[in-house]
């Protein structure tokens, strides 16, 4: 038996693996964006994270140095809870004399941002001579 191709057959066939390997590449790009359309999110939503917990580690130490121009003698543990964002709480601690150290941590999610903020007088005026994000205290 002899098998004829015809120039339309071979023209059929160029066409479909053409076809097939377009639509391969198309596939290929579409999946790579949609990856980093999630990667993008992801990002994005940790930036988002990371900014409200030091607005929250801000508050904290913020409403730490209130308690201290309220009371100088202030030494002691507190915190802050914002419903459906997070928590920070923050730790007065006396060094001896008008000497204060403040340590303030913001949380949300998996997110935590810790302040270090060191006082070197607290009459007549508070006296702030470091205020620095810490990664341990």
């Known amino acids: 038996m002899h098998c004829k191709h015809s120039a339309s057959n071979i023209d ?29 999110s992801r990002t994005s939503f940790a930036i988002e994270q990371s900014n409200q917990a030091k607005a929250l580690v801000n508050a904290c130490a913020e409403y730490s140095l209130q308690q201290i121009k309220n009371s100088p003698s202030y030494t002691g543990t507190s915190g802050l809870r914002a419903p459906g964002l997070g928590t920070c709480s923050y730790l007065v601690q006396s060094q001896g004399g008008q000497n204060r150290t403040i340590l303030s941590i913001g949380t949300v999610g998996a997110v935590v941002r810790k302040l270090k903020i060191v006082i070197v007088s607290v009459s007549p005026n508070i006296t702030i001579s470091t205020w620095q994000e810490v990664a341990l205290f």
């Open 12 to 40: 059929g066939y160029i066409t479909l693996i053409s076809v097939l390997v377009i639509g391969a590449v198309g596939i290929a790009i579409a999946t790579s964006l949609i990856l980093l359309g999630l990667s993008s």
